[in-house]
């Protein structure tokens, strides 16, 4: 697949040193970059997903706690 991308002009300066200095080609740096921000997008959701996934057993682990608080009083 071919893709065209119009960069402002201080990010072709950067892509243009990043060029030089890892001897890589254009297209190369920028495959590398979508794939880098893909993977860190990617571990962000995860990160979040945990987070609530965690909440979530905190949540029912209190509510299970209060329960088992109300069996133990006779009810």
């Known amino acids: 697949m071919t893709a ?3 960069l402002n002009e201080k990010l072709e300066q950067r892509l243009d040193t990043l ?3 890892l001897r890589k080609k254009k297209s190369d740096i920028i495959r590398e970059a979508i794939e880098q921000y893909a ?3 990617e ?3 995860k990160s979040k997903l945990q987070m ?3 909440k979530t057993k905190e949540s ?3 509510e ?3 329960f088992e608080g109300l069996t133990d ?3």
């Open 60 to 62: 029912d682990r209190k």
């Open 43 to 45: 571990k962000t959701k």
């Open 19 to 21: 060029v030089q200095v």
């Open 39 to 41: 993977n860190s997008v």
């Open 4 to 6: 065209t991308v119009r």
């Open 52 to 54: 609530a996934i965690e």
């Open 73 to 75: 009083d006779g009810l």
């Open 64 to 66: 299970f706690n209060d």
